[in-house]
C-alpha cells in the first residue's frame, strides 16, 4: 500500500502511526497538498491527505476509512486497543474528541494562513477555537485513569490524542497552550519519547 501526505498532517501521522503499530507495511510519500498540489492530484484529484493507493489500485481516503480497511484487509490477527467493551467504548469516543481537536486546529490554521487578514473572519476563529477547547476540556476529563491509552496493544485513541497534542503545540500555541490540560500534554510527551512516534516524526 502506498501512503500519500505529509506528517505535519495530524491525519497523515495518525494513518502511518497506526499502520506501523499494526506492522502493515507501506509506502509513504511525502506530498503537500499546497506545493505539489500537481503531483497529489494526480494520484488523487480530491487532493485530500491521507490518501492511500492499495497495491490494487484503489485510491482511499480519508484517515478513518484508511486505517479500517487496513484492519480488515491487511492486520491478520493484529488488534488496536484494549478488549474491554467499556475501554473500547472510551476508546472510540477519545479517538473523535481527538479528530475534533484536529479537525479545529486545522481549521484555526488555514483560516489564518490562507486567508488576508482583511478577510479572516473573527466570529469563525473564535467559535472554532471554543469547540477546540471544548473538545480539549471533555478529552482532559476522560483521560483520567485510562493508563491503557498507550499500552500495549496502542489504542487508536493514544495515537490520535498524542498526534493532536503535538500539531496543536506547534502549530497554534497562540489560540490554546496545551499546557492547560496537562494530563493530555503529559500523553503526547509519553508518545513522544516513545521508538514508534520517533520513527514517524511531526514533519
Ligand atoms: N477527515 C479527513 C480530514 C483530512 C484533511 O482534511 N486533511 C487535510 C490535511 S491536514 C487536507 O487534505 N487538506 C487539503 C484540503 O482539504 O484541501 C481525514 O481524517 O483524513
Known amino acids: ?25 507501506f509506502a509513504h510519500e511525502s506530498l503537500s497538498v499546497f506545493r505539489q498540489y500537481g503531483e497529489f492530484a494526480a494520484i ?5 491527505a491521507p490518501t492511500a493507493v492499495t497495491d ?11 486505517i ?3 484492519l480488515k484487509t491487511l492486520a491478520g490477527s493484529k488488534r488496536l486497543g484494549p478488549a474491554d467493551p467499556r475501554q473500547i467504548a472510551l476508546d472510540v469516543r ?28 473573527q466570529p469563525w476563529l473564535d467559535r ?8 480539549l476540556f471533555a478529552i482532559e476529563t ?12 496502542l489504542s487508536e485513541a493514544g495515537i490520535t490524542l498524542a498526534v493532536a497534542g503535538t ?10 497552550a496545551l499546557s492547560d490540560y496537562p494530563r493530555h500534554a503529559a500523553l503526547t510527551a509519553a508518545a513522544e519519547a516513545t521508538d514508534l512516534f520517533r520513527a514517524w516524526p511531526y514533519e
Not at 501512503?3 to 506501523?20: E, K, N, Q
Not at 488523487?44 to 485530500?48: E, I, T
Not at 503545540?169 to 490554546?176: Q, T, Y
Request: glycine share 6%; charged share 20%; with cysteine.
Open 142 to 153: 476522560d483521560i483520567l485513569g485510562a493508563d491503557w491509552l498507550l499500552a500495549t496493544p
Open 68 to 70: 479500517d480497511y487496513a
Open 94 to 121: 477519545l479517538t473523535g474528541l481527538g479528530l475534533a481537536a484536529c479537525e479545529k486546529a486545522v481549521q484555526s490554521v488555514y483560516e489564518r494562513q490562507l486567508r488576508p487578514a482583511e478577510k479572516q473572519h
Open 128 to 135: 472554532v477555537a471554543g469547540q477546540l477547547k471544548a473538545a
Open 167 to 176: 500539531f496543536i503545540a506547534e502549530m497554534i500555541p497562540d489560540v490554546v
Open 44 to 48: 488523487n484529484p480530491v487532493v485530500k
Open 56 to 66: 490494487e489500485g484503489v485510491v482511499l481516503l480519508d484517515s478513518t476509512l484508511i
Open 1 to 25: 500500500m502506498r501512503l500519500i501526505g505529509m506528517l505535519d498532517s495530524p491525519y497523515v501521522r495518525r494513518t502511518a502511526l497506526t499502520l506501523a503499530a499494526l506492522d502493515i507495511p
